[in-house]
């Protein structure tokens, strides 16, 4: 089991057959990152996480001899800039895409503000696992309800499922272009 830990910004791994061993940390971030979602792209290895207090999404990759992840080359990406004193925006949650055509994929994030209001935002990244690099970039952005909480995709993939915690609603938009 894979837990985020928000408060001490780290990342741990708990076995269920290793309960003796108690939980490992297999990753720490900077001081008020704060972990607070995450998403996996299965296909390339990738592991992606979403700060809730410096909004950023960063990219790790599993390292099988340090038994730990590890931070890609390019891999962070700034959504909001943090402004460490009353900050207004926080992360929600990340749903990744891999497209199947190997190395290439889709990942979208909800982004909450204290006044209520948020956005979904859809980035396409490539990976390169021999030059150890990765790239993406904003493809789509649309406001949704009152603090966008949890996303999911449809059965069927091509639909984004929004949960608006503030008002109780669902919102459904095309996972192509967030409309």
């Known amino acids: 089991m894979i837990v985020l830990d928000a408060g001490y910004d780290k990342i741990y791994h708990w076995g269920i057959g290793e309960w003796e061993r108690g939980l490992q940390v297999i990753h720490e971030f900077e001081r ?3 972990p607070h979602s995450f998403g996996f792209d299965y296909n390339n290895g990738l592991m992606f996480v979403l700060g809730e207090y410096d909004v950023a999404v960063a990219i790790l990759l599993w390292d099988p001899v340090k038994l730990a992840f590890e931070e890609v080359k390019g891999g962070r990406h700034q959504i909001i800039t943090h402004q460490h004193v009353l900050d207004e925006w926080t992360g929600g949650d990340i749903l990744v895409k891999p497209s199947g055509r190997g190395n290439f994929g889709e990942y979208f994030v909800s982004l909450r503000h ?8 859809k980035y396409e990244f490539a990976w390169e696992y021999f030059r150890q690099q990765f790239v993406q970039k904003e493809v789509a952005k649309t406001p949704v309800g009152d603090w966008p909480t949890r996303i999911t995709f449809s059965e069927d993939g091509d639909r984004v499922i929004v949960a608006n915690e503030y008002s109780n609603s669902v919102e459904v938009l095309s996972a192509s272009d967030l409309s």
């Open 114 to 121: 204290v006044n209520g209001s948020g956005y979904i935002v």
């Open 32 to 34: 008020g990152f704060g």
